[in-house]
Every structure is written in structure tokens, then in C-alpha cells.
């Protein structure tokens, strides 16, 4: 989920601030903390918990109708 994220993210076919962005990182992290459960990774746990919260964020930054300014935007103002 993660990687296929990325790549339609490459293709241009997702943007960074969509809410599907955010959903399919946290997915995609939340998923991977599960199958640790079977084979524990302290440093793998760490990435992917730290992975699922900043998703997380960005999805309450969505609801809250929060829009990132691109550096396009930022060098005119």
C-alpha cells in the first residue's frame, strides 16, 4: 500500500494533500505494525509508528480544511 502510494504520487496521480494520500500511508503503516506483531523489528515499529502518526496528522489537517502552501505560493507572499 505504501509503495503503491509512492508511485502514484511519481505518476502524478495522487497529491500530496489529498486526504487518499494521507489515508493510504496510514493504511499502509498501520498495516505493516500488524505483521511486526508476528516478527517484531523495534526499528522497523519505530518507522512505520512514527509513519502512521504524521498520516494521521495530515488527515486531521484535511478534516480541519488545513491546505499546505506550495513554494510557489510562499515566494509570492
Not at 505483521?35 to 495530515?58: D, H, K, M, R
Request: aromatic residues 12%.
Amino acid at each position: 500500500m505504501v509503495v503503491g502510494c509512492y508511485l502514484f504520487l511519481q505518476l502524478r496521480r495522487l497529491a500530496t494533500e489529498s486526504l487518499s494520500y494521507s489515508l493510504l500511508n496510514a493504511i499502509g503503516a498501520a498495516l505493516i505494525l500488524v505483521s511486526l506483531s508476528v516478527e517484531f523489528n523495534l526499528s522497523a515499529a519505530l518507522i512505520e509508528l512514527f509513519w502512521l502518526i504524521i498520516s494521521v496528522y495530515g488527515i486531521f489537517r484535511w478534516f480541519r480544511g488545513e491546505r499546505v502552501s506550495t513554494s510557489r505560493e510562499s515566494a509570492v507572499d
